[in-house]
């Protein structure tokens, strides 16, 4: 697996990503913890977050993604005023984290993870998540070559699945 190289976001590109629109980037994270994450919650995580604003804050990038847990899935929320649970990190961090190259303890107790507000909230989902097997994130599995490949055999898929006569 590829790992990232340490680096912070330029200040710059942070002033930049924060004039972007906070809402489909939050539709973005919940399709992602959808996929990866929603089946595999245990029930009383899911009671314990249901109705919960939650955030996402990425500090060097200063964007915030807040969703929820509605009873089923994940769903993203306009930017929120105040929020139940935040976790603060960089990218950099973030990514360590789903590649699983780092304890969310240990980049708690650096000072490089921080959880605001309801932080009895903050480590039921901590546990729940290092209880869980979760794919590594690779970041080579996210390449334009990658992703195209991946879309065309989908494609293909549903191609036959429509038409299954026609199968090569």
Avoid at 36 to 60: E, M, N, S, T
Avoid at 75 to 89: E, G, I, M, V
Avoid at 93 to 120: K, M
Avoid at 142 to 152: H, I
Wanted: aromatic share 8%; with cysteine.
């Amino acid at each position: 697996m590829t790992t990232l190289p340490a680096f912070e976001l330029p200040q710059s590109m942070g002033a930049i990503l924060s004039s972007l629109p906070a809402y489909p980037g939050s539709l973005l994270l919940v399709g992602a913890l959808n996929l990866v994450l929603a089946r595999q919650l245990p029930d009383d995580v899911r009671q314990r977050v249901l109705g919960r604003k939650l955030r996402i804050h990425v500090r060097d990038a200063r964007l915030t993604f807040d969703f929820s847990w509605n009873g089923r899935c994940f769903a993203a929320c306009p930017k929120q005023q105040a929020t139940d649970l935040t976790l603060s990190a960089t990218v950099h961090d973030f990514v360590r984290l789903a590649q699983r190259l780092e304890d969310p303890d240990t980049l708690f107790f650096s000072r490089r993870l921080s959880i605001e507000g309801d932080t009895e909230l903050g480590l039921v989902i901590k546990n729940a998540l290092d209880a869980l097997e979760l794919p590594v994130f690779d970041p080579r599995q996210w390449t334009p070559p990658q992703v195209l490949a991946r879309l065309g055999m989908w494609g293909r898929s549903m191609a036959a699945a429509r038409h299954p006569d026609n199968r090569p």
